[in-house]
């Protein structure tokens, strides 16, 4: 996944480009309080955004969905029907834990850090850029 960082040919423009995900995981947060509802086992529905910003290639790009996809699609299918706790790095996988894992498995994939969003109702987003 090669980005140009200079954005000399959109006249000093920074081009934003997102993909949305989406998987159901189950998980519950072993730091909450005893008796707080996130403690039991529960699932979500959860959509991730992922933004990478960049100037434009020659085709036009900042990056072709399709190498984005490529990228970020095998590390969301690792997530999907999983307990999110049984994962390396997620034994606490609260919104924020898990935007700050997949921003760094997609860095160490793609030598590029995207800004990601983490919306695991329709109402709660968490972002980290
Ligand atoms: N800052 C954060 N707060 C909370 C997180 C989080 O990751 N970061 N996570 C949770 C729980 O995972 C909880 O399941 C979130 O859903 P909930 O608050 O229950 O929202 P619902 O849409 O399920 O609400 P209902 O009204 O119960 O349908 C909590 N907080
Ligand atoms: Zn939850």
């Not at 997620?90 to 969003?117: F, M, V």
Request: charged share 25%.
């Amino acid at each position: 996944m090669t980005v140009i960082h200079d954005a000399t040919n959109t006249g000093g423009q920074i081009v934003r480009v997102t993909a949305t995900y989406s998987f159901e995981a189950a998980h519950f947060l072993p730091k909450v309080p005893e008796g707080h509802k996130c403690r039991r086992l529960h699932g979500h529905n959860y959509r991730v955004d992922v933004t990478v910003a960049g100037g434009l290639d020659a085709r036009g790009f900042v990056l072709d969905y399709a190498e984005l996809d490529a990228v970020v699609q095998p590390i969301i299918d690792e997530l999907d029907h999983r307990c999110l706790n049984d994962i390396p790095g997620l034994d606490n996988p609260t919104s924020e834990i898990l935007a700050l894992w997949l921003r760094d498995r997609i860095a160490k994939k793609a030598g590029a850090k995207p800004t990601i969003r983490v919306w695991e109702t329709p109402r709660y987003l968490v972002e980290v850029a």
